[in-house]
């Protein structure tokens, strides 16, 4: 049977919402993610990897006139951005047990496209790495950050597409 992706994401979605103590910024960024890859999923197919589906939202035009209309009209949206454009993001990605061979960290230019791909990356840090926000501070802020770019930018656009609430 199919997955109903619209469905799928609107209910992680409101796992990501979740405000009480045992909940914490990076379990609520998780479910988030959750929600925009089945979103993603539903848009770009259902077979795609993780890397095409975030090649295929750098091409999303509503997606990306949503991130320059919170750019552009969201203070706190873009004191967010700010302060992630000072995080250089590394690969911390393990195969098994292997790590793999470091790519270049990657940091927040301004660009749309950057933003995806920070935000992607350190969901491979917390899916496949050792991004540990229990144990690092840095991490903490960064997985908080990145939390709360994300949640404006997918539930606004998810908000005003054809799974509205």
């Known amino acids: 049977m199919p997955i ?7 209910q992680w979605l409101k796992r990501a919402e979740r405000r009480d103590a045992v909940v914490d910024d990076a379990d609520r960024f998780l479910c988030l993610w959750i929600a925009f890859n089945g979103w993603m999923k539903s848009q770009y197919g259902e077979s795609s990897t993780d890397d095409r589906l975030i090649e ?7 997606l990306f ?15 967010n951005l700010d302060s992630l454009s000072v ?3 590394a690969d911390l990605r393990y195969v098994g047990d292997v790590e793999q061979p470091e790519n270049a960290a ?4 301004g660009s749309y496209d950057s933003l995806m791909d920070a935000l ?3 969901r491979c ?9 229990a144990e690092e501070t840095k991490d903490k802020e960064l997985i908080s950050l990145t939390y709360n770019i ?7 656009y998810f908000k005003s597409s054809s799974y509205a609430f």
Request: hydrophobic share 35%; charged share 25%.
């Open 4 to 10: 109903a992706w619209g469905l799928f994401a609107k």
């Open 125 to 133: 840090n917390l899916f496949l790495g050792n991004k540990d926000p």
């Open 150 to 156: 994300l949640y404006p930018l997918f539930k606004g």
């Open 106 to 109: 990657i940091q927040y230019d």
């Open 120 to 122: 992607y990356r350190v």
């Open 87 to 89: 995080f250089q993001i």
């Open 56 to 62: 295929c939202a750098k091409r999303d035009t509503g």
């Open 65 to 79: 006139q949503h991130f320059k209309q919170l750019q552009e009209n969201d203070n706190e949206f873009k004191e």
